[in-house]
């Protein structure tokens, strides 16, 4: 795992952990949001108008990776912003996990002699043109005379305008707009999968907004096998900001690469090490196995280093696990909401100290 610093000014105090799989959660909806437009801008060579270099004092951000620069080149960059990005990238458009995927497979298919066979009709039909009533008027004693042409047939152009990738359903043709969100996000994990099995091309996938059409079920599915690709291919990288407060995704390989963006904004540590330091300061002996541990982080999370209420009933050993991971990083303004089900010394350690 490396770890990213920015020269954007919003994002100087922040250290973001960056590991094949990145997730970035919190209830700071702001500067989220800043983080996001700096690294994809950054990343997809986004070139900064006037008015954007203005509020930067005229220096484009530059972002660094363990104190060096961060390529901007490193990554080929799929970005997914809303749910029409996903539609885009299933489309046969060039430059896209699809179209890479049928050129790969057009390219190992024989189809040359169809191909000569298609231009042959193609010069009757232009053969044809040329002959017809109305092209022999426009030519009659004209200086310089019109001929039709049509172009003729390749693999490319076959790719390019004739081929798509459409989905079925009990032999119906339907729209992408009408499949569902966790059906087209495993298939273009399974484009990517092909396009990753031939190819060394650093790749990072980053996504937003990806549980406005999961279910945290489905968004977990969709983690899984992001996690699966990026164990297989370490060429592959994922970073992942979404929308609800409430989704996170926990596996004990990549908790240090969840930065939860609250009031403040930190990189959570290694798993074994973080239930470590937290078993030191539980306030009774009732510690959560390291198992629950990893269960509760998929509560707490995304309510870490905030003084917001929790927009969700918890428990108290939820809040316990909020409180002492906050202070482990020095955040000290938290406050519980009331809890009905408790111990003394919880409540103690919740509400007296």
Not at 137 to 146: G, M, P, R, T
Not at 222 to 245: A, D, E, G, W
Not at 276 to 293: G, H, L, W
Request: contains cysteine.
């Amino acid at each position: 795992m490396s770890t990213l610093t920015f020269s954007h000014p919003k994002l100087k105090h922040i250290e973001m952990g960056f590991s094949q799989l990145t997730q970035v959660v919190g209830d700071n909806t702001e500067l989220k949001q800043q983080l996001w437009q700096n690294i994809s801008w950054y990343l997809s060579k986004h070139k900064y108008s006037e008015s954007e270099l203005s509020i930067l004092n005229y220096n484009e951000p530059q972002i660094w990776e363990d104190g060096l620069d961060l390529s901007r080149s490193k990554f080929r960059t799929i970005i997914i912003e809303s749910i029409s990005d996903i539609h885009e990238l299933l489309g046969a458009n060039k430059g896209t996990p699809t179209f890479d995927v049928l050129n790969q497979v057009m390219k190992n298919l024989e189809i040359s002699k169809n191909i000569e066979k298609i231009n042959q009709e193609i010069i009757q039909i232009e053969n044809q043109l040329n002959a017809s009533e109305e092209i022999q008027q426009l030519n009659e004693e004209k200086k310089f005379k019109w001929k039709v042409a049509v172009e003729e047939f390749n693999s490319k152009i076959l790719l390019q305008k004739n081929v798509s990738l459409m989905p079925t359903y009990e032999e119906r043709s339907y729209a992408t707009e009408y499949v569902d969100g966790l059906t087209k996000y495993m298939s273009l994990l399974d484009l990517l999968e092909i396009n990753l099995e031939s190819s060394s091309e650093m790749i990072l996938l980053m996504i937003k907004n990806i549980d406005d059409t999961l279910s945290y079920q489905e968004y977990e599915e969709v983690m899984n096998s992001m996690k699966r690709l990026t164990t297989k291919h370490p060429n592959f990288y994922c970073m992942v900001f979404p929308s609800q407060i409430g989704y996170v995704y926990i596996s004990e390989e990549h908790i240090e690469s969840i930065l939860v963006v609250g009031e403040e904004a930190h990189s959570l540590a290694d798993g074994r090490n973080l239930y470590t330091r937290v078993c030191a300061y539980y306030p009774d002996q009732t510690i959560p196995s390291y198992n629950e541990f990893l269960e509760a982080l998929k509560i707490i999370a995304p309510y870490l280093f905030t003084s917001k209420k929790q927009s969700i009933q918890m428990n108290v050993k939820e809040l316990v696990l909020i409180k002492i991971i906050n202070e482990l990083f020095q955040y000290f303004d938290f406050i519980p909401v009331a809890v009905l089900q408790h111990s003394q010394l919880e409540y103690d350690f919740l509400y007296e100290s």
